[in-house]
C-alpha cells in the first residue's frame, strides 16, 4: 500500500464528505491507499456519517476517541494503525486534488516531500501559499533544518508527505500548539527533503 490519508475529525459533519470525496476523487486505485479517519468524540453526527460513508468502501477506517484529546492525539493514534508507505494528514474542513499523487510518483523513497497548498481567504479568493521559489530539489535535513525558513515551510502537519517509518523512527507524538515538532525532532537524524512546490492541497 502506498498511502495513507490520516484526517482527524471533531463536529466535522458540514464538511467531512466534502474532504472523503476529493480523496476518493484522486486517480488512486483503492488498492493502493486507505483513508483512517479519528472521530475526537463528536457531539454532532459526523461518526455516523462517517460510520455510513465507509460501510461503502474497503480501505476507510473509522476509529472513535471516547475522550475529546483534539487533533495531536488522534494523529498519533491514526499512525499506529497506519499501513501506507507514505502518510499525509488532512484537516476535516480540507480537500486534496491530483497534485497530491503527482508528488507521491516522485517520492522515490525521500522522507518528506514539502509542499505548499491553496488557501481561501476569509472573502472567499484563493490563494497559492508561500513556498521558496527555488526549483524542486531533495536535499540533506541539514540543509533543510537551516533554510527552512527561506523555503517558507507549513507550518502546520498538513501539506506534507512523511515516509511513515520515517515518523516511526523520529518517534516524537505530535502536540497541540506545537506544529513543527517533528522538525527539532528531525533535526537530530539524517534525512531528506524534496522541495515540491504545489501538490494539490486546499486550506
Known amino acids: 500500500m502506498i498511502l495513507s490519508f490520516i484526517i482527524p475529525a471533531y463536529n466535522a459533519m458540514s464538511t467531512i464528505k466534502c474532504c472523503l470525496d476529493s480523496i476518493y476523487s484522486l486517480p488512486l486505485n ?12 463528536s457531539t454532532d453526527n459526523t461518526l455516523a456519517l462517517l460510520k455510513e460513508y465507509a460501510d461503502k468502501k474497503n480501505n476507510m477506517v473509522v476509529l472513535h476517541q471516547e475522550i475529546n484529546q483534539r487533533q495531536g492525539a488522534a494523529r498519533n493514534l491514526a499512525l499506529t494503525k497506519a499501513r501506507g508507505q507514505y502518510i499525509t494528514y488532512i484537516d476535516a474542513d480540507d480537500y486534496v486534488e491530483n497534485g497530491l499523487v503527482e508528488a507521491l510518483n516522485v517520492a522515490n523513497g525521500t522522507d518528506i516531500i514539502v509542499c505548499r497548498a491553496y488557501v481561501q481567504e476569509v472573502n472567499g479568493t484563493m490563494r497559492v501559499s508561500k513556498l521558496s521559489n527555488e526549483p524542486t530539489q531533495v536535499v540533506s535535513g541539514k540543509v533543510f533544518m ?6 517558507h515551510f507549513i507550518g502546520a502537519p498538513w501539506g ?23 522538525f527539532p525532532a528531525a533535526g537530530h537524524r539524517d534525512f531528506d527533503a524534496y522541495n515540491r512546490g504545489y501538490c494539490g492541497y486546499y486550506w
Do not use: K, S
Open 146 to 151: 537551516n533554510d527552512y525558513h527561506d523555503w
Open 30 to 41: 483503492e488498492t493502493e491507499f486507505e483513508v483512517i479517519v479519528v472521530d475526537d468524540c
Open 160 to 182: 506534507y508527505l512523511f515516509r511513515t517509518d520515517f515518523l516511526r523512527e523520529v518517534d516524537i507524538p505530535y502536540a497541540e500548539n506545537v506544529p513543527r515538532v517533528f
